[in-house]
């Protein structure tokens, strides 16, 4: 079981790596390129609070419990890895 959990971590670490590396650091240099292209901080968190109040699609049309902690992990390394 521990096993599974190091893997996990290890698994998550190297798609944040990735994402860093092929997402973050192209978005960097292209607003370098271009400030112009900048998203304002506060236009950011706006958008993450609404995204955040919103009702999600799955808690809409079923009344399962939510996903485990392993889930949401295998989910956010998913979502990171598609980055």
């Given at each position: 079981?521990?096993?599974?959990?190091?893997?996990?971590?290890?698994?998550?670490?190297?798609?944040?790596?990735?994402?860093?590396?092929?997402?973050?650091?192209?978005?960097?240099?292209?607003?370098?390129?271009?400030?112009?292209?900048?998203?304002?901080?506060?236009?950011?968190?706006?958008?993450?609070?609404?995204?955040?109040?919103?009702?999600?699609?799955?808690?809409?049309?079923?009344?399962?419990?939510?996903?485990?902690?392993r889930?949401?992990?295998?989910?956010?390394?998913?979502?990171?890895?598609?980055?």
């Amino acid at each position: 079981m521990a096993r599974d959990g190091v893997r996990a971590l290890l698994e998550h670490d190297a798609a944040v790596e990735r994402w860093l590396r092929e997402e973050v650091v192209i978005g960097h240099a292209e607003y370098l390129g271009d400030s112009s292209k900048a998203v304002q901080a506060e236009e950011v968190l706006g958008r993450i609070k609404a995204r955040r109040k919103a009702p999600k699609a799955c808690e809409i049309a079923t009344t399962s419990p939510p996903h485990d902690a392993r889930a949401r992990a295998e989910d956010s390394t998913s979502r990171a890895a598609k980055r």
